[in-house]
Each structure stands twice: as C-alpha cells, then as structure tokens.
C-alpha cells in the first residue's frame, strides 16, 4: 500500500454533510496533496477540488477535465486546505488497494497552486 505524494489527485470522504460547520467542504470530493509527505505521516493536507462555475481567482485554480481523474474542468479551492486522516477519510477501511489515487495534477498546474497558496499565506 502507498501514500498520497505531493500533487496526487485523490479521493476524499470530507466531514458529512450534517456534521459540518458553515464554511466547511462537504461529502466526497476529489482532493489535490499540496504537501511533501514522508512513509509515517498518518494524515495528508488538501485543497478540495470542485467543478463550481464560479471562480476567486486569487484563491483558485483551474483544472482541466482532461486531467486523468476528473471528469469536467474544476477548480482547486486553496482557501479550503484542510488536513485529513488517511486511514479512513482517504483511503477507506480494509482496503490495500490505490482506489483512492485518482490521477496526477500536471507540474505547470503545481506551480500554478504553490504559488497562489504563497501570496495568500504570504509565504
């Protein structure tokens, strides 16, 4: 079994619907890992990816459809990062497979995310 790497497009189960505090991404979404993980972490930060038509462009980035893992173009909505477990949330219970690796994001789509997550963490 793996781990999500950096620029991994994955799924994640987010908080349900009925649990979740306003401003929270809900339900299952693809996610993209906007971290540098080692083999121990236990939990992974994320941007959540949604295929909302509308766009903040100082705090979202656009994703082609064409991307192996999504299925419409989307965005990754980097004011939403958010860290999540991955046993549970990532990849579900009693299951060593890569189910949950959708795909990769493209390096001039990471550099796109890196540098917007930068100037609005001022980093």
Avoid: C
């Avoid at 080692?38 to 990816?49: E, K, L, M, T």
């Avoid at 189910?99 to 001022?122: D, V």
Wanted: glycine share 6%; charged share 30%.
């Amino acid at each position: 079994m793996s781990f999500p790497e950096y620029g991994d497009l994955i799924h994640v189960d987010f908080t349900p619907s009925e649990d979740s505090e306003p401003g929270e991404f809900e339900d299952p979404h693809p996610a993209v890992v906007v971290q540098y993980t080692n083999s121990d972490d236990r939990s992974v930060v994320v941007a959540p990816i949604s295929s909302r038509d509308k766009q903040s462009l100082s705090r979202e980035v656009k994703l082609p459809g064409t991307i192996n893992g999504l299925n419409r173009d989307s965005v990754a909505i980097l004011n939403l990062i958010t860290t999540v477990s991955f046993e549970g949330r990532v990849k579900p219970e009693d299951d060593d497979s890569d189910s949950w690796r959708l795909g990769k994001i493209p390096p001039q789509k990471m550099e796109q995310i890196q540098g917007k997550l930068e100037r609005l963490f001022r980093i």
